[in-house]
């Protein structure tokens, strides 16, 4: 783990002392901050190695054998929903959020509409590793939707909406989508684990933007209908 972090350290060290010439404020602090820092990482690998990755990939084998494809969409849609509202990013990134719009956009609303967005996103992905689809029809159709969404959107919720899109994939849902792919294409006959196991991460960070910025659209709509009616 001290590999891993140990570029950050440096790079830290570099601006602090050779580019800024200054020492740190409070060096204990920090150097135990980083401690921790590693300590927990090693946790957080282990903890995938014996929790995450084994039950995701179990849940898609025994889904696989029942035989029913809704339970299969059902618990692609419910995890994909959980996961994201447990985002320690998320939630960090909603209150910022909400903190810096004076009122515009509501921290809760936003990590329920992100939510529902992955959760829809990894349904999708699902299902083209079910029906054995190519990847490259869903992702420009995904992507043609947010064009169209990012010109149609107020300019205030554009660039959250794309930010809130790679804050999906992070520590929690990334072990347990990335499973889930995995076991159901490893269960799947004709299907490859390179090919179609891989890319639902893909799905859950598209659909987050779209929607983010569909919400956005339509209130701003409501808004404008209410002032002329009023």
Known sequence: MLRDVLPIILTILFFQYIVLRRGLSNPRKIVFGFVLVIFGLYAFVVG???GLFPIGTS???QLI???RFGFIYLFAFMIGFATTMAEPALL????QAEEAAAGRINGNAIRLLVALGVALGISIGVHRIIVGGSMHYYIIGGYTLVIILTALAPKYIV???YDLGGVTTSEVTVPLVTALGIGLAANIEGRSVLIDGFGLIAFASIFPIVTVMTYAIVMHWWTN???VHS
Request: cysteine-free.
């Open 225 to 227: 209908r209410r002032e």
């Open 48 to 50: 995938l190695k014996m």
């Open 92 to 95: 960090a990134v909603g209150k």
């Open 159 to 161: 660039a959250l909406a």
């Open 65 to 67: 054998e029942l035989e």
């Open 59 to 61: 849940m898609a084998e």
